[in-house]
């Protein structure tokens, strides 16, 4: 059963431990980098890209459960809205959180995302009934995006430097479009009545590998963070995920043939 029209999306892998992996691996991308290029070297800043991509991975198997209810061009800005809850939750939980930082914006992130959920339902009557958890949702996963890809970004998510390195400088605007790009893109990409959740998750772990070598090309002009291992993992991730992807897309369709390149001008007359 594909998610293309209006109500539940099939699952072949449940929610439940699709959250497990976005939570888990998130924190422990976060947390591991963080220590680690301390411990050992900057170079291990791009365990917090892979942390990045277990949220955005999250964060498009959330979209794919509530736009299967009919949101249409709202996709894209349920992905938006997921970095702009993320944005707040982040900043907040890093600025007063210190070492807890990334578990409390988490816990931030859970509110704000639980209030558009109940605001969404109750006020505005859309009257999508995985609203709630749905938002919560998104805006954890965002918020795991925003944390991890600016680690990797800094080798650090203290805040004085994320707020020097990464928002003063503008590259949270790169993390805003990349991150929001690899959570919203997805299921758009895979709309339809063919749609599978393996083929949108996997497009969504080949989004996530972009967003790792975006990060990686920005760390290579910071101290704290090495770009070169960061933006070679994202390429072998990319390759491994976009062949993947090719490969359900063959699966999925009817049929897949090459129309080579659009006529010229002259030979349309």
């Not at 954890?140 to 800094?154: E, P, W």
Request: hydrophobic share 55%; proline share 3%; net charge negative.
């Amino acid at each position: 059963m594909s998610a293309g029209g209006s109500g539940a999306a099939a699952e072949a892998i449940p929610q439940n431990k699709i959250i497990a992996f976005g939570v888990a691996g998130g924190l422990i991308g976060i947390y591991a980098a963080y220590f680690l290029v301390d411990i050992v070297g900057s170079y291990m800043s791009f365990i917090g890209a892979l942390g990045a991509i277990c949220g955005m991975v999250w964060g498009a198997a959330s979209v794919r459960r509530v736009a299967s209810y009919g949101l249409g061009t709202g996709v894209p800005s349920i992905g938006m809205l997921a970095l702009g809850m993320g944005v707040l939750a982040a900043t907040f939980g890093l600025a007063v959180g210190g070492v807890a930082g990334p578990v409390i914006a988490l816990i931030a992130a859970a509110i704000i995302g639980l209030m558009v959920g109940v605001l969404a339902n109750k006020v505005l009557k859309m009257g999508i009934p995985i609203m709630e958890i749905s938002m919560t949702e998104i805006a954890t996963a965002g918020t795991i995006t925003i944390i991890g890809l600016a680690i990797a970004m800094t080798g650090t998510f203290d805040f004085p430097v994320i707020l020097s390195q990464v928002i003063s400088t503008g590259y949270i605007a790169v993390i805003f479009i990349a991150g929001g790009l690899a959570i919203l893109h997805p299921f758009n990409a895979c709309l339809g009545p063919d749609e599978t959740q393996d083929r949108t998750l996997i497009c969504g772990l080949e989004k996530g590998a972009i967003a790792m070598i975006v990060a990686g090309i920005v760390a290579s002009i910071n101290e704290g963070a090495s770009g070169a291992l960061t933006i070679l993992i994202g390429l072998a991730i990319w390759y491994v995920a976009f062949a993947g992807y090719y490969d359900r897309v063959k699966r999925d369709a009817y049929i897949v043939v090459g129309t080579g390149l659009l006529p010229s001008k002259e030979e349309l007359e």
